[in-house]
């Protein structure tokens, strides 16, 4: 027994220096392949990436936003009614708040290692993501979200004015923290995908976030300085330091090397090419009213097209004011109702029979239903992996000076000059998309016609608010402008599901059944406000309920 024991004794010393002088067995028992500390560099790549797929998806060709702000129709597909018809259903929420997960991470560790870019980056995108889900639902998880950790399972859905009062406190704070960056206060170039480390552009994007939601809260400036907020001062403070040119714009693009960063329509993370979605009726006509050459940056001609001037058919070479060429067959007219022009939207809210053969006229052919060849298609890029003018945007220099635009005509702000600013954001919307280049564009020209000047307007807010929309194509913040303002006045289609209305706000997901998530779901609903549009019976957790946010104040409707 005496050998034994002399054999353990020497035994344990050698374990103990091994593991470092006999450390706590639980300080080795991590994985190293899943570490618990990541570094805020490879989370930020992660939750900016994440963020911009996520908004993408919201707006995009195919989606249902897209289809309420009629900037396109979809076609036959099993989704039709969804988009056409507006059959809203619950919507999931778990990816924001995976983000937002991640994007606390970057907070947490900018504290812990005293980084104010870290900080002031993590506020940001907290900041833009609560806002578009509060903008989306209403009242949501907040103050009491992100906490599974402590226990709180059943965080409370907080009160959409306490949100926005976060969301602007923390953009304050943000712009504060970005305002004095030191040497130590570091971001890897290769990790901020967006920005490359440039904490002067992150403060102009948290400035410019600040300017997006104090326009949205203008009518509930009394509410919110009831809450501490004064949207004027936040507002002039945040003019001074927010987007000044397209070098600002918050935006990612698409790599388009493989299906996880090619965007949606392209063949490596589409199956097939898109013919499903068509340019929106709506839209095309006031295009072609404008003679605005942003139409062809976002569809193509018709492969058929009527025209009264041939006898037979007649194939054509088309080229567009970009240099983009096109074979057109032009097919005699025969009915006094087809639409003759090289461009044709899809009018909204078609019964999918009717759809199918719009402007088919006397055409006994057969094509396949979601190639009407007498319907534009949307533009080509929307099928590649990758476009220069196809990206994931967050924000842009237009929608900052639309903003300061129709601050100046309220006159609420602080803001000046409503004309200036709005000359500007047509004209930075036009270069956005490339369309200054255009072969036979002015921009004078185009801004002198009766239905884009400023100062022709009879009613100046919706002329703002009608270059906004077609400026924000495919872009979520429409919605949040038409309903905030009704601008422009879209009407629904004959088979629209709940009447003549648009909805106003996404349905909340599908309510886990534990008591206590129902208590929190069933109090929020019970705040949400009740219009015409939900049939009796049904929960005011519905697409046509109103938030907060609208509620008292006549809009939309």
């Known amino acids: 027994m005496k050998t034994i024991k002399a054999l353990r004794i020497p035994l344990l010393a050698m374990m103990c220096l091994w593991l470092s002088a006999c450390q706590d067995l639980t300080e080795i028992n991590k994985n190293p392949n899943s570490p618990e500390n990541v570094s805020s560099n490879y989370v930020l790549t992660y939750s900016l990436v994440n963020s911009g797929k996520l908004i993408f998806g919201l707006g995009k060709n195919s989606s249902k936003i897209a289809a309420a702000m009629q900037y396109m129709q979809a076609g036959t597909n099993e989704g039709a009614a969804e988009t056409n018809q507006y059959a809203w259903t619950q919507e999931a929420w778990g990816g924001y708040y995976d983000i937002l997960r991640n994007v606390q991470i970057i907070y947490d560790n900018g504290v812990r ?215 057109v067959v032009y097919v005699p007219s025969v009915a006094s109702s087809a639409d003759t022009n ?24 057969v094509y396949p239903n979601e190639q009407n060849p007498y319907i534009s298609f949307i533009h080509d890029r929307y099928r590649k992996n990758t476009d220069p003018y196809v990206a994931m945007n967050f924000m842009n220099y237009p929608e900052v000076e639309f903003i300061l635009a129709e601050a100046a005509l309220l006159g609420t702000f602080g803001a000046t000059d409503a004309e200036g600013h709005y000359k500007k954001a047509v004209q930075a919307s036009m270069d956005k998309e490339g369309a200054l280049a255009a072969t036979g564009f002015n921009f004078e020209t185009y801004y002198a016609q009766p239905g884009v000047s400023y100062a022709g307007a009879t009613n100046k807010q919706e002329r703002i608010l009608e270059q906004k929309w077609i400026s924000s194509w495919f872009s979520v913040q429409s919605w949040f402008d038409w309903r905030r303002t009704g601008y422009p006045a879209l009407k629904t289609g004959p088979v629209a599901q709940f009447g003549a209305a648009l909805p106003i706000r996404y349905m909340y997901p599908t309510p886990n059944l534990d008591p206590k998530y129902i208590a929190n779901y069933t109090e929020a609903v019970s705040r949400l406000g009740s219009t015409n549009y939900i049939p009796a019976g049904q929960s005011k957790d519905h697409h046509y309920a109103k938030m907060w946010l609208i509620q008292g104040t006549n809009k939309p409707y």
């Open 342 to 365: 090289l461009y044709v939207g899809l009018p909204v809210g078609l019964p999918i029979t009717q759809g199918i053969v719009y402007n088919k006229g006397n055409d006994v052919a």
């Open 113 to 327: 290692d005293d980084n104010k870019l870290f900080q002031g980056i993590g506020l940001t995108m907290k900041s833009m993501i609560y806002g578009l889900l509060t903008d989306l639902y209403g009242d949501i998880p907040y103050s009491e979200a992100l906490k599974a950790s402590d226990g709180s399972f059943f965080p409370k859905y907080d009160n959409q004015a306490d949100v926005y009062k976060g969301i602007m406190t923390d953009l304050k704070k943000a712009n504060e923290l970005l305002q004095n960056l030191t040497a130590k206060d570091a971001v890897s170039a290769t990790s901020d995908v967006m920005y490359k480390g440039d904490g002067a552009k992150w403060r102009k994007f948290a400035n410019s976030l600040r300017l997006r939601y104090a326009l949205r809260l203008a009518d509930k400036k009394a509410e919110m300085s009831a809450l501490g907020i004064n949207l004027e001062t936040e507002f002039k403070e945040a003019a001074a330091g927010a987007f000044t040119s397209k070098a600002d714009d918050a935006t990612l693009a698409f790599l388009g090397t493989n299906s996880d960063n090619a965007q949606p329509g392209g063949p490596l993370a589409s199956a097939t090419f898109n013919w499903l979605t068509k340019p929106a009726k709506p839209l095309v006509d006031k295009l072609l009213q404008l003679k605005d050459p942003r139409l062809q940056r976002w569809a193509n001609p018709v492969r058929r097209k009527w025209d009264a001037n041939v006898k037979t058919e007649t194939t054509k070479s088309f080229t567009n004011q970009f240099g983009e060429t096109y074979s």
